[in-house]
C-alpha cells in the first residue's frame, strides 16, 4: 500500500459540492481515507490578484494499492470529466483541483506546505 495526501479545491458557484464529492470518489478506492472538513479560503499564489472567486477546499490522506503515475492520471482525468479545461485556468475558474502534494512520504508539490488553503486541511487531518 502507498500513502497519499491529495490537495483539493474549487472556486465555481458549485463548490462546495464538487469539493464533498471529490472527497466521496476518493474515499471510494482508498483504505484508511481521514478527511478534512471543508472550508473557504482566499486566492492565494502567483496568479490570486486576477482570481476573484473564493474556493472550497479540503484535504484528503489514504492509502492505496495504485503506484503514483497511475493515481496522478485518474486524478488529472477526474479533473477532465467534472469539467476542468486548460481555457478555464487562463480565466481562473477551477470546477476542481487535485493536487497529489505526497506520496508515500515524498514531498511532490513543496509550495503547498506553504499555502495557508492547504495547512488548514493538513493540520485537522494530522493535529497532534
Known amino acids: 500500500m502507498h500513502s497519499m495526501i491529495v490537495s483539493i479545491g474549487s472556486n465555481t458557484p458549485d463548490k462546495w459540492q464538487r469539493v464533498a464529492e471529490a472527497l466521496q470518489w476518493l474515499g471510494g478506492f482508498t483504505i484508511s481515507g481521514k478527511r478534512s472538513s471543508i472550508y473557504y479560503s482566499q486566492p492565494e499564489g502567483k496568479c490570486a490578484q486576477k482570481i476573484n472567486y473564493t474556493y472550497a ?13 497511475e493515481l496522478e ?56
Open 57 to 69: 477546499n479540503a484535504v484528503f490522506y489514504g492509502l492505496t494499492p495504485m503506484l503514483r503515475e
Open 73 to 128: 492520471t485518474i486524478l488529472k482525468k477526474y479533473e477532465a470529466d467534472n469539467g476542468r479545461t486548460p481555457q478555464m485556468k487562463l480565466f481562473g475558474i477551477v470546477p476542481i483541483d487535485l493536487d497529489l502534494v505526497l506520496f508515500d512520504d515524498v514531498l511532490l508539490r513543496p509550495q503547498e506546505m506553504t499555502r495557508s488553503y492547504f495547512l488548514r486541511g493538513y493540520d485537522e487531518i494530522f493535529r497532534i
